[in-house]
């Protein structure tokens, strides 16, 4: 299977280790992924916030530069997600609007975590599994952007979503049930309004820890970092890691979570690497 | 609240075709307060997110793009997927902080407006964001040098911040995208 492959600018930026990530995983799922050529940056929520219509042209540059290859475009990025469904639907709906001529693509935007998340691909992971990651209490937080509005992205379950959670299960971990699944970490004022984020993130690894949680696991790049980096103002509390569902995965794969890996987090997922090797100890007992 | 009135004896009709033509359908609210109750920024804000559609209703246009709501505002669509009445109160208040710009108002939050101007300014450059200079950018302006020094520092030691741009070849399409001018407001 070959896809159309959309990074993003996190993913070539400060959420690197997450492109690697998706790549491994869907490399070792068979699907190979061709990134469009010369892509430009989606404008984010600052494009669409400010200006209307650079906020549709960006996106709509990298659909345009998309339409010959007739491959659904696999997107990682929540906030791409979203502004190249927004671009997509501006399209469809007029055309001539924006000065194109004809657009009628069959390709369809993909979002990883529901992509991963169907139930044939879902199998396959648990197949590929070397080292299911038993007993790890993850508190699955998806954020805003992948699901909302629901009239762009389409998502089927937006209030009660399930994808992460799946994939987690997938692996041999543990998703809770918890309250802060889809709060808003405000990651687009997370530089101008500091104060603002501390306290979104606080409430939310609070209430992924009320649940038990060891860790959050995400999809969205904002997220993880917002979150992860905001923790570090919260004193006297231990930080939780916030894993990308695809690192994690690979990890089941893989049977390992390498040192290197673990410094990419700015709090300590000490955490994983730990559950794989007790999980790796008590599989050898049992055999 | 701000101190003024609520009244539709203010409104702006230029204002109610602009919403009106973005399909925003402000007189269907009823006041039922789920937007407010759900927005994750609601107690920074200085109009509550089911004000700024009722005034919105009512044409008042000077007030709400003076607000700081415009600005704190997050993007995170909770208000508007979860309006009994479909209305798209994030596309409202995306239209309302480019007219607070176009207008030329002084922004109410202007560390807000200056982020996504940097961030905007790093695209039209670069044709991608370029986070150490759109970090480097808004620093500077901003003056404000001390807050996340030791996050950018812990983020540069990880490597996450690459050092040097991806530029794109088709960095003049990018340029003619931003120069448009906004043909939507000139109609
Ligand atoms: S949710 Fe909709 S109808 Fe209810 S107050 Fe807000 S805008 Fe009005
Ligand atoms: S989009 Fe803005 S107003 Fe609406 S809930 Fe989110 S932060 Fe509040």
């Known amino acids: ?20 990530s998706v790549t491994a995983v869907c490399t070792r799922l068979g699907i190979e992924l061709e990134e469009i050529t010369d892509w430009n940056c989606c ?15 960006l996106p709509m540059r990298n659909l345009l530069l998309s339409m010959t290859s007739g491959h659904d475009i696999l997107v990682p990025c929540a906030a791409c997600f979203q502004r190249m469904k927004a671009a997509d639907k501006s399209l469809r709906d007029n055309p001539d609007y924006w000065d194109v001529d004809c657009y009628e693509p069959d390709f369809e935007i993909l979002h990883i975590s529901r992509f ?4 044939q691909r879902r199998a396959r992971i648990t197949e590929l599994v070397k080292q299911p ?7 699955c937080y998806y954020g805003c952007l992948s699901l909302r509005n629901p009239r762009i992205t389409d998502a089927p379950d937006y209030e009660q979503p399930k994808s992460l959670e799946r994939i987690v299960e997938a692996i041999g971990a543990t998703p809770l049930r918890w309250s802060h699944r889809t709060e808003c970490c405000s990651g687009s004022l997370t530089m101008a309004r500091p104060d603002i984020a501390v306290k979104l993130v606080s409430d939310i690894v609070g209430a992924a820890k009320k649940a038990g949680a060891e860790a959050l696991v995400t999809d969205c790049p904002m997220c993880q970092a917002n979150v992860e980096s905001r923790q570090m103002e919260l004193e006297g509390q231990e930080p939780l890691p916030v894993f990308f569902a695809t690192e994690l995965i690979l990890a089941a794969f893989e049977g390992t979570y390498p040192e290197k890996q673990q410094k990419s987090h700015l709090v300590s997922a000490e955490i994983l690497a730990k559950v794989m090797s007790s999980a790796a100890h008590n599989s050898k007992e049992v055999i | 609240m701000t101190g003024k009135a609520i009244s539709p004896e203010q409104g702006n009709r230029k204002f109610l075709a602009k919403i009106e033509a973005m399909d925003i359908d402000v007189s269907a609210c009823f006041q039922c307060g789920r ?44 208000c508007a997927t979860r309006c009994p009445n479909e209305i798209d109160i994030a596309v409202l208040m995306d239209v309302l902080r480019e ?11 202007p560390g807000i407006e200056l982020f996504h101007r940097s961030f905007l300014g790093s695209i039209r450059h670069w044709g991608r964001a370029y986070e150490v200079g759109l970090i480097a950018g808004y620093k500077l302006r901003s003056g404000d040098l001390t807050s996340d020094m030791k996050l950018g520092w812990q983020m540069f030691s990880k490597r996450k911040l690459k050092l040097l741009p991806h530029p794109i070849k088709g960095k003049d399409q990018i340029r003619n995208i931003f120069s448009g001018k906004g043909k939507e407001y000139e109609r």
Not at chain 1, 133 to 139: E, Y
């Open chain 1, 116 to 119: 991963l998340a169907s139930e």
């Open chain 2, 99 to 109: 007219l607070a710009i176009r207008k030329g108002v002084a922004p109410s939050e």
């Open chain 1, 133 to 139: 990651l038993a007993d790890l209490k993850c508190a």
């Open chain 2, 35 to 78: 937007c407010s109750a759900g927005c994750p920024v609601t107690e920074f804000f200085d109009l509550t997110t089911m004000e700024v559609v009722r005034m919105a209703a009512y044409g008042m246009e000077e007030v709400l793009i003076n607000s700081k709501t415009i600005w704190l505002c997050a993007a995170c669509e909770t």
């Open chain 1, 43 to 57: 404008g984010a929520s600052s494009a669409h916030m400010t200006n209307h219509e650079v906020g549709v042209r």
């Open chain 1, 1 to 20: 299977m070959k896809l159309s492959y959309y990074p993003g600018c996190s993913l070539k930026g400060t959420a690197a280790d997450y492109d690697r």
